[in-house]
């Protein structure tokens, strides 16, 4: 059996993870692995290495990043290709592919085994929003990045009573912001889930320095929304994928705790170091828990499948169950959250 697979998407720490977890997988079944370059792109123009159960890929299995490239698709541009992508997948003897990738990865994922190709998918993104899995690899790595950042700015926040805040990755969801927020003791917490009034966000700050504290940390998601009317946004671009560019959430609400309450103000964007790096223990561990399983049920034939772990069991479910919504910060995590607040 050969098999094919691809990362596309943003990356994350991991995914070398699940291409070793793949191809050792793969090699003891006597199967082999190909990999396609740069995500679905890699696809459409047939540009494939072979990979081989060697020293090398062991050595992967600490490496961030992804040993194949990544890459986003327009969905139009993905769709016109769907017979380039079925010959190409035919002239190099491919029987099942393995895609690995977030929400918009699976939905192409999905809409390939739509059309007769089969694919079995693996969830992946720091910002654990894939539905229907309890975690996706990628997300301790983030936090534990996340929360180191916190703890360094604590010192300096307090010797210069300063409010800090910190911007993490985010766009729809606020998993990163609640986990390193509550793992570095914030003093409040922004997230997509729960539009906040910047009000609330100062008068918290001013209670801390009433009391006699001598800093603030907040600690906001990059998709924070303020509550309708609350606060002047400014404009946001829309990139060619349709996705509106997130810049300078941190910063606008620095701005505004400067000018309400007069004191010293910074803002911190963690940006892309949350994805670079090498995965904690825990994500090559769910990496390539992930990828035995997805390789076993390429070899049984079984796909239209996404792996996902259920508790602490890895298990199989559809991809509409994976695909369509994401997974939000429940109330009753941000109301615990909030308890630590102010
Ligand atoms: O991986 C998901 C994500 O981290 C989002 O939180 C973030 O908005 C986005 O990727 C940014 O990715 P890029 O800069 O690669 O477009």
């Known amino acids: ?37 740069d995500g679905w792109q890699g696809l459409l123009e047939d540009r494939r290495v072979q990979l081989y159960d060697d020293e090398n890929i062991d050595r992967i299995l600490r490496r961030g990043g992804t040993i194949l490239g990544t890459g986003r698709l327009h969905p139009d541009d993905f769709r016109a290709g769907i017979d380039r992508v079925k010959a190409n997948l035919a002239d190099a003897g491919i029987d099942a592919l393995i895609a690995i990738g977030g929400e918009g990865t699976l939905k192409g994922a999905q809409w390939l085994h739509e059309n007769g190709v089969p694919v079995v998918g693996v969830p992946k993104t720091i910002d654990n929003d894939v539905n229907g899995t309890d975690a996706t690899f990628g997300f301790d790595t983030a936090v534990a990045v996340a ?17 800090m805040i910190v911007e993490t ?32 966000v100062c008068k918290k700050m001013a209670r801390r320095f009433q009391m006699g504290e001598k800093y603030g940390i907040i600690v906001v998601a990059e998709g924070a929304v303020p509550r309708e009317g609350t606060l002047e946004m400014p404009e946001r671009q829309v990139d060619r994928y349709g996705h509106e560019k997130l810049e300078n959430m941190g910063q606008t609400i ?22 670079g790096g090498t995965p904690t223990a825990y994500d090559r561990v769910l990496a390539t828990r992930f990828a035995v399983h997805a390789t076993r049920s390429a070899l049984r034939g079984e796909f239209g499948v996404v792996v996902a772990l259920h508790g602490e069991e890895i298990q199989r479910i559809s991809f509409p169950e994976a695909v369509g919504t994401l997974k939000r910060v429940p109330e009753g995590r941000y109301t615990t959250a909030q308890a630590l607040f102010g």
Do not use: K
């Open 254 to 275: 620095a701005n505004e705790i400067h000018r309400r309450l007069d004191t010293d103000v910074r803002a911190t964007v963690l940006g892309h170091i949350q994805r």
């Open 147 to 163: 929360t180191d950042a916190i703890d360094r700015l604590h010192t300096t926040a307090e010797s210069h009573n300063r409010v």
């Open 1 to 37: 059996m050969r098999i094919a697979t691809l990362t596309s998407g943003g990356d994350c720490p991991g995914l070398n993870a699940v291409i070793r977890g793949a191809v050792r997988t793969a090699s003891g079944a006597g199967a082999t692995v190909v990999g396609y370059q």
């Open 169 to 200: 990755m985010g766009r729809h969801v606020g998993w990163i912001a609640l986990h390193a927020g509550m793992a570095g003791g914030a003093h409040d917490i922004l997230i997509p889930e729960f539009p906040f009034d910047i009000e609330d």
